[in-house]
């Protein structure tokens, strides 16, 4: 159904369920990866990255999540949980 509009209620209902629940997943996965890289030093073996690098892979991450936490998850939730 990518790309098509939905004719019925289920196929609404079936494409947002999806995209909620997508979302919370996206939303729990950046979370975890900000949270873990928040004490690794990227700097150092195995990862070997600038320093530039690591404070441009940790700030978008930080960023992003803080962003995504800020989502009002009141109907999201809701929704999703209809699916």
Do not use: W
């Not at 990227?42 to 990255?49: D, F, G």
């Amino acid at each position: 159904m990518a790309g098509a509009t939905p004719t019925t209620a289920t196929e609404v209902n079936t494409a947002v369920g999806q995209h909620l629940q997508q979302f919370i997943s996206v939303k729990e996965t950046i979370s975890h990866d900000a949270a873990n890289l928040a004490g690794i030093d990227l700097t150092q073996p195995p990862y070997s990255m600038s320093s530039a690098d690591q404070t441009d892979i940790k700030t978008a991450l930080n960023q992003l999540n803080t962003s995504l936490q800020a989502i009002d998850m009141t109907f999201i939730d809701r929704l999703s949980g209809l699916f």
